[in-house]
């Protein structure tokens, strides 16, 4: 196997790892609330009044969280910094790639209080909704569910484009960094399928 070959089997497996990783994460918590929400609705019969309020958010909450959150912001930023890390590797920065992708770390100033502000509102979400009764609880449940599915599926998407050569066109919100996500990420994707990526047909 030739340097060059290696490199770009190298770098396709950091982003694999970082955006596999965060999927992962998705998929672990979209579980969790769909057996939670469909264990409840099964055992509790909603009213129409509640069936009325399950479509409405569920409609609400993929417009704001899995369009706009994930598919517009969050998604393509993930794919932006797994590029980026494939590209300026550090250790640390790989063995955390999941984490660097959803730039808990090494990212702008603004962009890290966004994400921790966000993760605490997430938390606080949580605890408030095992407070609801049950139809309410399986309610916001089923659509945050769908929502996380959602914005799962377009990650995979934003993947399957860079590793086509197409990367998102966000910048990858690292410290000191002027260059606009994607920079290089033609190099990455053409080898990594001309080496046998996921993209090969």
Known sequence: ???????????????????????????EAIYRLAATAVRILTTHDLTTAQ???????????????????FQRRFSPR???????????RRPLHVALAPLYCMALFHTTRRRLIATWVLIAGIVALILLVRQMSPPYRAIVDAGVAFALAWGTVSILVYLARG???RPPGIPADVPQDVLRAGSGAEQLARPAVQAGGPCDP
């Open 163 to 165: 590793l086509a050569g």
């Open 1 to 27: 196997m030739s340097p060059s070959v290696r490199e770009q089997r190298l770098r396709l497996a950091v982003v694999l790892w970082g955006v596999l990783g965060v999927v992962a994460v998705l998929v």
């Open 51 to 69: 069936l009325i309020l399950l479509a409405a958010w569920t409609v609400v909450i993929a417009y704001f969280e899995g369009y706009r959150g």
């Open 78 to 88: 993930v794919i932006a910094r797994a590029l980026h890390l494939a590209e300026h």
